[in-house]
């Protein structure tokens, strides 16, 4: 596709978009924004892309924004206009990806780098791996949709504390705080990973989208609302033909061929 600061790559439904500044632990610069944001767009509209993988090139996953860019004195860098820009249309755009996104987190994830993991669905960690928000270490609060999604994953004491101390969080505590799904040795990631991928890319594609809306909408709504918008989408589904053919594979004792219609 073309892009300098990332790969893209499509096989067998699974778009994977690997960071690729290996030296700066793939910290952000805004060409390699601009590339992620597009490749996200890209995979959105793909119908033969049905999961999506993010993940980092080297022994980083991402360490946030490219700190050389904070240097500047103060006046000389609109952070707010960057952050309209640059993440907040990233985040927005992953989070409303109606296809699965996993980060596949090889390495190290530190302030929007860990924003970024925690704006995909799930996270497969390498034992290596660490998070940290270390927006506060450079004087810095939580952006990126840090302050939305960590406390829902792991709790307000946990999150006030990460974002707070900027404290570095192994992948085994990461796991049992409910941060990631997963942990492996490093050699198995990518297997593991893409184990995970193939399983949701032979889902039903339109039942999964919608349920990813469903579970968001759930987490922050009251119990009537989520009961109303449940059946809104089950009334979707139940119309599908991949519902159709889920239960006539079912009864035919074969596995299901989902063809996201
Ligand atoms: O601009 C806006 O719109 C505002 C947005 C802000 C969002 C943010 O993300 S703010 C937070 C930015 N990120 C950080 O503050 C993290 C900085 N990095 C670190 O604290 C550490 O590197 C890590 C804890 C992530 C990893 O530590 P370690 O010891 O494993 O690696 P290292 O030796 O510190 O880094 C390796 C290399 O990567 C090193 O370069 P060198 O010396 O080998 O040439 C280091 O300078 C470089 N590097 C790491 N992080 C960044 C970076 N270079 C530029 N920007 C970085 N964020």
């Not at 700066?24 to 959105?44: I, K, P």
């Not at 993988?53 to 004195?73: E, M, P």
């Not at 450079?138 to 829902?152: A, E």
Request: hydrophobic letters at 45%.
């Amino acid at each position: 596709m073309g892009y300098q600061s990332i790969e893209y790559g499509v096989e067998d439904h699974v778009a994977t978009i690997t960071l690729n500044r290996p030296e700066a632990l793939n910290a952000l610069t805004d060409d390699m924004l601009g590339e992620l944001g597009d490749a996200v767009h890209h995979a959105g509209r793909d119908a033969a892309v049905r999961v999506l993988v993010l993940t980092g090139k080297g022994r980083g996953f991402c360490s946030g924004q490219d700190l050389r860019s904070l240097n500047a004195q103060p006046g000389e860098r609109d952070i707010g206009r960057h952050l309209d820009q640059y993440y907040h249309p990233l985040i927005l755009r992953l989070a409303a990806l109606e296809k699965p996104t996993i980060a596949m987190v090889n390495g190290v994830a530190a302030g929007a780098g860990m924003s970024l993991a925690l704006a995909c669905d799930m996270r497969v960690a390498a034992e290596e791996a660490r998070f940290t928000q270390a927006f506060v270490r450079v004087g810095l609060v939580p952006d990126s949709g840090s302050s939305h999604f960590l406390p829902r994953l792991i709790g307000y004491a946990r999150a006030l504390e990460m974002a707070m101390t900027g404290m570095i969080v192994d992948s085994h505590t990461a796991l049992a705080w409910g941060l990631v799904n997963r942990v492996v040795p490093s050699e198995q990631l990518a297997e593991e990973t893409y184990k995970l991928a193939q399983a949701l890319a032979g889902g039903p594609p339109l039942a999964l989208g919608m349920i990813k809306r469903e579970i968001a909408y759930g987490a922050s709504q009251p119990l009537a609302a989520a009961l109303e918008r449940e059946k809104d989408f089950q009334i979707r589904a139940a119309a599908t033909a991949d519902h159709r053919e889920a239960v006539t594979a079912f009864f035919a004792k074969r596995p299901p061929v989902f063809e996201g219609r």
